[in-house]
């Protein structure tokens, strides 16, 4: 475990064996037809590379860039697209994959987007979900772990734009926190 770390919540193994459970449970629900996966960056980049390596079929895999933490550790209120164009998906299924629902805001904002886009299904998948009141009411179609209302790094989620490598879900020191101000 890495020093700045108080505590790991969720550790590789835990993580390995649920990502086997969620691809199966998507393929079996998408059976067979096609559908392009979305992912929010940066924070969904681990767990999809890790998600859809469990999916051995032939998988469209799109980017978008989305900020709504800029940097801090509670949510900012608003959702900024930073891409000047979207993935094509008239007419089309999405997987729409994230790290995290927090507030709810992220995901709300981006599928309206991709509904307006003209996609025909979307689904969403997250690897963490905040047990908490959101800013809007949504749940994410297929979820990894529910957490507590607490701030979390790894696997795929930063602190001021570090600790996305680590390879468990823990919890930062608070003097960690404290001394980067
Ligand atoms: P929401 O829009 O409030 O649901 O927040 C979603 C985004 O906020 C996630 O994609 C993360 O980038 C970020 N976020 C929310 N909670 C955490 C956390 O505990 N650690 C790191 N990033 C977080
Ligand atoms: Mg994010």
Same mark, same amino acid.
């Given at each position: 475990?890495?020093?700045?770390?108080?505590?790991?919540?969720?550790?590789?193994?835990?993580?390995?064996?649920?990502?086997?459970?969620?691809?199966?449970?998507?393929? %079996? &629900?998408?059976?067979? $037809?096609?559908? =392009?996966?979305?992912?929010?960056? *940066?924070?969904? +980049? #681990?767990?999809?590379?890790?998600?859809?390596?469990?999916?051995?079929?032939?998988?469209?895999?799109?980017?978008?860039?989305?900020?709504?933490?800029? %940097? &801090?550790?509670?949510? $900012?209120?608003? =959702?900024?697209?930073?891409?000047? *164009?979207?993935? +094509? #998906?008239?007419?089309?299924?999405?997987?729409?994959?994230?790290?995290?629902?927090?507030?709810?805001?992220?995901?709300?904002?981006?599928?309206?987007?991709?509904?307006?886009?003209?996609?025909?299904? =979307?689904?969403?998948?997250?690897?963490?979900?905040?047990?908490?009141?959101?800013?809007?009411?949504?749940?994410?179609?297929?979820?990894?772990?529910?957490?507590?209302?607490?701030?979390?790094?790894?696997?795929?989620?930063?602190?001021?734009?570090?600790?996305?490598?680590?390879?468990?879900?823990?919890?930062?020191?608070?003097?960690?926190?404290?001394?980067?101000?």
């Amino acid at each position: 475990m890495h020093e700045d770390i108080e505590k790991v919540l969720i550790d590789e193994e835990v993580i390995e064996k649920r990502l086997d459970i969620i691809a199966d449970r998507i393929l %079996g &629900e998408f059976r067979g $037809s096609p559908f =392009v996966v979305i992912v929010i960056l *940066k924070g969904a +980049l #681990v767990f999809t590379a890790d998600l859809l390596r469990r999916m051995p079929i032939p998988l469209e895999i799109e980017c978008i860039n989305v900020a709504s933490y800029h %940097g &801090e550790t509670k949510s $900012s209120g608003r =959702v900024d697209f930073l891409d000047a *164009k979207l993935p +094509l #998906v008239k007419g089309r299924s999405v997987l729409l994959i994230d790290d995290i629902l927090d507030t709810g805001r992220t995901l709300v904002a981006v599928e309206a987007k991709l509904r307006e886009q003209g996609a025909r299904i =979307v689904k969403s998948c997250v690897l963490l979900s905040k047990d908490k009141e959101r800013s809007a009411e949504v749940e994410a179609d297929y979820v990894g772990f529910h957490i507590g209302n607490e701030f979390v790094v790894g696997y795929g989620l930063d602190y001021k734009g570090l600790y996305r490598n680590l390879p468990y879900v823990g919890i930062l020191k608070e003097e960690t926190v404290e001394a980067s101000g």
